[in-house]
């Protein structure tokens, strides 16, 4: 693999990987904050549909992705498949 091309992809796995663990912190102080209306305030409580809940899910969920993504990508860049196995590579 490139040296250049390793880097940029280390990263952009960096950097997906910081806004995971964000996203991940913001998602779990948004659900405890919910859980705890829901203890508190039961039907009294006015709930948002709007929720941000979903949006921090949401950004999670495209961390990943882009997480997988970049993976598939370095498997690219280093000759391996999609299951992350080295390819024989023959001469002719």
């Known amino acids: 693999m490139n040296t250049i091309d390793a880097e940029k992809v280390f990263a952009a796995q960096m950097r997906a990987m910081q806004t995971l663990e964000t996203n991940i912190k ?12 829901v203890t508190l305030d039961k039907l009294e409580g006015a709930y948002s549909q709007n929720s941000d809940c979903l949006t921090y899910a949401v950004k999670v ?32």
């Open 26 to 37: 913001l998602l779990e102080d948004a659900t405890r904050q919910l859980k705890s209306k």
């Open 61 to 92: 969920w495209s961390a990943c992705l882009r997480l997988a993504e970049l993976k598939k990508l370095q498997w690219e860049l280093d000759d391996r498949d999609s299951n992350g196995k080295k390819l024989n590579k023959e001469k002719k």
